[in-house]
C-alpha cells in the first residue's frame, strides 16, 4: 500500500533529486580546488610590516585589577614607582568609607591636572603622560577619573558587609554540604567495598573458571580493596578541592586566590604529567634493567639453595658459604644495576640531583673506614667458617649463642637472654671461642677445680668426684669423666673434675649441679673440702653433716622412685 501511494514516490523522487544535484556541486567544487591545491599559484610574499617598539608602560591596580596605566616617569621617579604611589593612594582611598565617589573631581592648574577628593591629590596628569600617550592633559585626567570611579565602587561593592554576610552565608552553606556527602561517602563506600570484595570472594569460590584455582583468592582480594581505597582517595580528595574553591570564592577576602587554586593544582600535575611522558623511554630502559636484574637473582637463589641442601657440590665450597655468597653476589648485582639505570633516571643530570649525590658521598666518606672495616670482618669470619647461627661462643668478654650474622655485625643473645651486637671488626680481632664446634664428637668438656687436705685418701676424693658427675644430668656416661691432680700445693691438693656434655647451651645449669652435688657427696662422706684457701687446722672437721642439709628455711628435696637398675635414681 505504501509502494502504491503517490506522495510517497514524489518524496523519493525529490530526495533523490536532491542527493544527486548536492553530490554534483560538491564534485564541481573538488574539480575547481583540486588543482589550486595541487599546483599553488605563486603569490609574492607581503612586505614586512614595521612593528612599532611597544612603549614601556606600568599597571595602576586596586584589588588585584588594572584600572589604567602609567606611562611615564618624573622627577626621579620611574614608571614602575609612579604606579606603585598611586596605587597605594587609591588603595587608601577605597578603603575610607567617609569619601564618597560622587566627591571625586578634576582640577587644572599650570603643572598639572589633578584628580581630587577634597583637598587630597588622588593623581596627577602631567605634561610628560601627555606626551607619552600623545593626548591633553585633561582629556587622560577625565579618563582616569571615570575608571577610578567604576574602580573604587565595584572594591567597595565587593568588600561591602551585604556582600560578606551573602558571601559567609554561602561559604557556610558549603561547608555543611562538603560535611555531609563527606559522611555519605565514608559510610556507602564501606558498603560498597564490602559488597564488591563479597562478590569477588563468591565468583573465585563457585570455580567456574579452572584458572582461578591457581590464584591467590587473598591477594586478588587485598589487591581491590587497595584500588576501593585509593578511589576513595580520589573522591575525597577531588570534594575536597572542590569545596575549598567554591569557599574561597564566596568570600570577597579569598576570591582572587580561589580563581587561581586550580592553576596551582593543575600546574603542577601538568608539568610532572609533560616530564613523565619526556620521559617514558628512559623509564622503560629502567623497567627492562630491573625485571632482568630481578630474574636473574632469582635463577641465583635457586643455584645457591641448591649448593646449600646438597644438590649441588663444588670440591671445597662449603655448603654453609651458599647463602652468604648469594648476599654478596646481589649487592654486587644490584650496585652494577643501579649504575647502568644511572643516566637514565629522569632529572640525574640537575644541580639539584648532583648535590644529593655529593652530599651521600662524603657522608660515605666520613663513614667509610669503620663500614669496610666491618665488612671485610663480616666476610672474613663467614668464609673462615668459625661459628654458625646457634653456635654457643665466648667473643672477648661475651658468651652467648648465634642468633644472626650480617656483614657488619655479630648478634649474641647471653645466657641471662640480653642480645649483644658486636662490630665484625671487633669479633675478628678478638679471641673466639666456640662451645658447639666438637660439642657432639666427642662432646665439650665442662671441668671444674676443688681443693682437699693431704689427710684425704686421693683415691676417695677420685671416687666422690666421680660420683657427683653422676648424679648430674646432663653428663655423658661415656666418654667417662676423669680427673685430674693439677698440682700439690702446701697445705691442699688441687683436683680438677672434668666431664662430657653434648649440651653446651645449658653449660650454666650443668655447672651449678655440678657443684651442688659435689658439695653433697663430700658432706655425705664427711670429707673437707679446703677451697678456697687453707690456713689452720680445726679441732673438728669441716663438713656439714646430712641431716643439717635441710636445716629451716630449706626445703627437703621430694624423692623420686627409683625403678629397678637405677642407679640414684639414674638409668
Known amino acids: 500500500m505504501t509502494k502504491n501511494n503517490p506522495s510517497v514516490l514524489n518524496l523519493r523522487n525529490i530526495c533523490r533529486g536532491d542527493l544527486r544535484g548536492i553530490s554534483f556541486a560538491l564534485f564541481l567544487c573538488l574539480l575547481l580546488v583540486l588543482p589550486v591545491a595541487v599546483f599553488p599559484q605563486s603569490s609574492p610574499s607581503p612586505s614586512p610590516v614595521p612593528v612599532e617598539e611597544e612603549q614601556p608602560s606600568a599597571p ?43 566627591d571625586f573631581k578634576i582640577a587644572e592648574d599650570q603643572v598639572s591636572t589633578d584628580v581630587l577628593v577634597g583637598d587630597t591629590i588622588v593623581i596627577a596628569t602631567l605634561d610628560v603622560d601627555a606626551e607619552a600617550e600623545g593626548k591633553t592633559r585633561a582629556s587622560i585626567a577625565a579618563d582616569r577619573l571615570t575608571k577610578v570611579k567604576t574602580a573604587v565602587t565595584a572594591y567597595r561593592d565587593k568588600y561591602g558587609l551585604r556582600q ?4 559567609s552565608g554561602f561559604a557556610l552553606l558549603t561547608i555543611l554540604a562538603f560535611l555531609g556527602i563527606l559522611f555519605l561517602v565514608r559510610r556507602r563506600f564501606q558498603w560498597l567495598r564490602d559488597w564488591v570484595l563479597g562478590r569477588i570472594s563468591a565468583f573465585i569460590s563457585s570455580r567456574k573458571w579452572r584458572i582461578l584455582a591457581l590464584v591467590d583468592s587473598e591477594q586478588i582480594t587485598k589487591t581491590v580493596a587497595l584500588i576501593l581505597n585509593l578511589i576513595r582517595l580520589a573522591v575525597l580528595v577531588t570534594l575536597t578541592f572542590i569545596s575549598l574553591q567554591l569557599i574561597l570564592g564566596f568570600l570577597p577576602w579569598t576570591a582572587n586566590f580561589a580563581s ?31 625485571v632482568i636484574t630481578y630474574y636473574a637473582l632469582s635463577a641465583l637463589k635457586a643455584f645457591f639453595r641448591a649448593i646449600q641442601f646438597g644438590k649441588i657440590s663444588f670440591g671445597s665450597f662449603a655448603p654453609e658459604w651458599a647463602m652468604f655468597t648469594y648476599r654478596l653476589v646481589k649487592i654486587g648485582m644490584i650496585i652494577l644495576a643501579a649504575i647502568i639505570s644511572f643516566p637514565y633516571i629522569p632529572g640525574s643530570d640537575s644541580e639539584a640531583f648532583r648535590g644529593i649525590t655529593i652530599f651521600l658521598g662524603v657522608l660515605v666518606s666520613f663513614g667509610s673506614s669503620s663500614i669496610v672495616a666491618n665488612t671485610v670482618g663480616g666476610i672474613t669470619l663467614n668464609y673462615l667458617r668459625s661459628f654458625n647461627v646457634g653456635d654457643r661462643v665466648q667473643i672477648g ?88 691432680q693439677t698440682s700439690l700445693d702446701d697445705f691442699y691438693v688441687s683436683y680438677e673434675l672434668n666431664v662430657f656434655t653434648l649440651e653446651p647451651q645449658l653449660m650454666a645449669r650443668i655447672y651449678s649441679d655440678l657443684h651442688k652435688n659435689i658439695q653433697d657427696a663430700f658432706n655425705e662422706y664427711e670429707v673437707q673440702i679446703m677451697s678456697p684457701n687453707y690456713m689452720m687446722d680445726r679441732s673438728e672437721s669441716t663438713y656439714v653433716p646430712k641431716e643439717k642439709w635441710f636445716e629451716a628455711p630449706a626445703e627437703k628435696e621430694p624423692v623420686e622412685e627409683k625403678e629397678p637398675g637405677d642407679v640414684d635414681g639414674r638409668t
Do not use: C, M
Open 60 to 102: 595602576v591596580t586596586l584589588d588585584g585589577q588594572t584600572v589604567f596605566l602609567v606611562r611615564a616617569g618624573y622627577k626621579g621617579l620611574t614608571i614602575d614607582e609612579r604606579a606603585l604611589n598611586i596605587s597605594a593612594r587609591l588603595k587608601k582611598l577605597a578603603d575610607d568609607g567617609s569619601k564618597k565617589v560622587e
Open 164 to 167: 560578606a554576610l551573602v558571601g
Open 260 to 290: 587561581g587554586l586550580l592553576g596551582l593544582l593543575i600546574g603542577p600535575l601538568w608539568t610532572l604529567g609533560s616530564a613523565l611522558v619526556k620521559e617514558i623511554p628512559n623509564l622503560i630502559f629502567i623497567g627492562v634493567v630491573v
Open 397 to 484: 668478654e661475651y658468651t652467648g649463642d648465634i642468633i644472626r650474622s650480617t656483614l657488619q655485625v655479630t648478634h649474641l643473645r647471653t645466657i641471662k637472654n640480653e642480645e649483644v651486637i658486636v662490630p665484625n671488626a671487633v669479633v675478628v680481632g678478638s679471641n673466639i671461642v666456640n662451645f658447639t664446634t666438637h660439642a657432639k664428637d666427642p662432646g665439650l668438656i665442662l671441668h671444674t677445680k676443688v681443693t682437699i687436705g693431704y689427710d684425704a685418701p686421693w683415691r676417695q676424693v677420685h671416687a666422690l668426684l666421680l660420683l657427683a658427675a653422676e648424679r648430674t644430668e646432663g653428663l655423658l656416661a661415656s666418654p667417662k669423666p676423669f680427673i685430674l
